[in-house]
């Protein structure tokens, strides 16, 4: 039998590795939930991250489901992870106040979990579809001590 997961620890350990992140601090990203094979994370819109019609950049967006997509799967895959491929979908442009990136693995194996993501863009308290993913995330090797 496995050792029940406190979710609180979960969470703030996610968020601890979310602030070494200096990409992830840049775009003042925040991890919401966190859970095994499961993650929520918030991106505020602010003018920086627009492109030239008023959209969030594609790049913020895809950021967002990267990484959602990394931690739903390495939750389950044990020790650091990467991921190996990832596809994306805009569905439409993300106009509003906060990107919201849904993540859960769809399959996981000893080495690699397959995961999916919404992400949403809220506004006035509406979400909205703005972008569908899909991702590969590997487990990193154990580091070689000498």
Do not use: W
Not at 121 to 140: N, P, S
């Amino acid at each position: 039998m496995t050792a029940a997961i406190d979710p609180a620890q979960m969470l703030r350990a996610g968020q601890a590795i979310l602030a070494t992140q200096p990409f992830s601090v840049l775009l003042g990203a925040e991890l919401h939930s966190f859970t095994p094979g499961h993650c929520e994370l918030h991106v505020p819109i602010t003018d920086k991250i627009r492109q030239q019609h008023g959209f969030v950049h594609g790049g913020v967006v895809s950021y967002a489901a990267d990484n959602a997509l990394t931690y739903a799967g390495g939750s389950l895959l044990g020790g650091a992870a990467v991921t190996s491929e990832f596809k994306i979908n805009y569905v439409r442009p993300a106009i509003g106040e906060r990107l919201i990136a849904r993540a859960h693995a769809v399959h996981t194996g000893s080495s690699q979990a397959v995961c999916r993501c919404d992400v949403f863009v809220l506004t006035q308290g509406v979400e909205k579809l703005c972008a569908v993913a899909q991702g590969t995330i590997a487990r990193l090797p154990a580091a070689k001590t000498s």
